[in-house]
């Protein structure tokens, strides 16, 4: 018989089990404010005389507040408890190859102030001009207390040096956001893939239902990311790297990408492969390629406003990102076979063109016919810059290992 080590095992002391309990009622009161004590016991699984002890903790501490008083038929009147959104703040920071944009952010993810930085080609001179920005917006935006920053960034970082190592639209490698900016601002500071971040934030809205555990988001933007949460846990990989589908070579024949392969799916399904598309269907001879007034490429933008003004080779350029990138999320379905697979970006401002078009593909490809629901996301609602976000609130809400939601009910 094989011996246990018993050192290999850790019991759970009472104040690790009180921490999660209090996790799990803050997790409920902000999932499902305004809530009674007595729901909080209900969904919670707790005995009401510990969710009262808890609550009572949390409200000392400013975590929660006491509402409106309800009305029973017989018995004791519940008081309803709000999460307290102006207790402090957090900063939200999302990358983007030329523009970064910063906010500002209750607790409870209402985004408060927001503005926008070049990124710049150089990343520590972007990063002290970020620092800088940081502060400044804390200034104008003064709160009791800050919690952190979250930085979603297009690039993959390494769970051990927190450093980015993969990151071929920004054209940067090896880069230390962590260290310089908390001694600028002297606040904890989260950098994350924005494909990561995203799949956390949406993992955390509820909004694809209570006991969902297996999901993916797709970012389409000048690249393509994919973060993926398969039984509640963020999957990483080795060096924190996996998800790097948009550099996965659909045609070894096709275009150059920037990180050096050949027709890698974000060259064939990204904004900047629609523009491409739109400047090779509008040249005016045959072996040029640009717009038809020989100007600069539209911005992606100015692509989905033409494809509203019914313009045909806008359309056409439309239509051929959305049969790649339906192809690419086939092979995410096949391969992994998502509950729910969301898609973040603009191109999402024209699912109903794009969409129809995709599932088709999906259908065509995926052998497995796996029942993944594909969503889009609402742009206007910055999924982004919300996962940013997220990295810093969801430590004091989430009783699980970090990256590892789970869905408390």
């Given at each position: 018989m094989r011996k246990i080590d018993l050192n290999n095992f850790r019991v759970a002391s009472s104040e690790t089990a009180r921490d999660i309990n209090r996790r799990i009622v803050l997790n409920l009161v902000r999932k499902h404010q305004p809530i009674s004590r007595a729901s909080l016991a209900r969904k919670s699984g707790m005995q009401r005389s510990t969710v009262s002890a808890i609550t009572e903790q949390l409200i000392a501490e400013r975590w929660v507040v006491e509402g409106a008083t309800g009305h029973l038929p017989r018995g004791r009147k519940p008081t309803f408890?709000?999460?307290?959104?102006?207790?402090?703040?957090?900063?939200?920071?999302?990358?983007?190859?030329?523009?970064?944009?910063?906010?500002?952010?209750?607790?409870?993810?209402?985004?408060?102030?927001?503005?926008?930085?070049?990124?710049?080609?150089?990343?520590?001179?972007?990063?002290?001009?970020?620092?800088?920005?940081?502060?400044?917006?804390?200034?104008?935006?003064?709160?009791?207390?800050?919690?952190?920053?979250?930085?979603?960034?297009?690039?993959?970082?390494?769970?051990?040096?927190?450093?980015?190592?993969?990151?071929?639209?920004?054209?940067?490698?090896?880069?230390?956001?962590?260290?310089?900016?908390?001694?600028?601002?002297?606040?904890?500071?989260?950098?994350?893939?924005?494909?990561?971040?995203?799949?956390l934030a949406e993992l955390w809205s509820g909004r694809h239902g209570e006991n969902i555990s297996d999901l993916v988001a797709v970012t389409v933007s000048e690249g393509i990311g994919v973060g993926m949460i398969m039984n509640g846990e963020l999957l990483r990989g080795s060096h924190g790297v996996a998800g790097e589908f948009g550099h996965v070579s659909l045609n070894p024949n096709g275009p150059k990408c920037h990180c050096g392969n050949n027709g890698c799916w974000e060259i064939l399904a990204s904004n900047?492969?629609?523009?491409?598309?739109?400047?090779?269907?509008?040249?005016?001879?045959?072996?040029?390629?640009?717009?038809?007034?020989?100007?600069?490429?539209?911005?992606?933008?100015?692509?989905?406003?033409?494809?509203?003004?019914?313009?045909?080779?806008?359309?056409?350029a439309l239509d051929q990102m959305a049969r790649h990138l339906g192809t690419g999320l086939a092979m995410l379905v096949t391969g992994l076979a998502p509950e729910t697979l969301v898609v973040i970006g603009e191109v999402t401002r024209a699912w109903q063109r794009v969409g129809p078009i995709v599932e088709a593909i999906i259908r065509e490809r995926s052998v497995t016919h796996a029942n993944t629901r594909i969503v889009a996301s609402d742009p206007e609602q910055s999924p982004r810059l919300r996962g940013a976000i997220v990295l810093i609130a969801q430590k004091h809400f989430i009783s699980t290992p970090a990256g590892q939601i789970g869905s408390l009910r």
């Open positions: 408890l709000h999460l307290n959104s102006d207790r402090s703040g957090i900063i939200g920071v999302d990358i983007h190859p030329c523009v970064t944009t910063l906010a500002v952010s209750s607790m409870g993810m209402n985004i408060l102030a927001h503005e926008s930085i070049p990124t710049g080609d150089d990343p520590k001179d972007f990063i002290e001009r970020l620092g800088r920005r940081i502060v400044d917006l804390m200034r104008a935006h003064p709160k009791n207390s800050y919690e952190g920053i979250g930085i979603s960034v297009p690039g993959r970082i390494d769970r051990a040096s927190h450093r980015l190592t993969f990151a071929p639209n920004l054209h940067w490698q090896d880069v230390d956001f962590q260290t310089p900016l908390e001694k600028l601002t002297g606040l904890p500071v989260e950098v994350e893939n924005a494909a990561n971040a995203c799949a900047a492969a629609a523009i491409r598309y739109y400047a090779e269907f509008s040249s005016v001879r045959k072996g040029e390629v640009g717009t038809k007034s020989n100007m600069s490429p539209v911005p992606f933008t100015d692509l989905l406003r033409l494809v509203e003004q019914r313009d045909l080779k806008a359309g056409q």
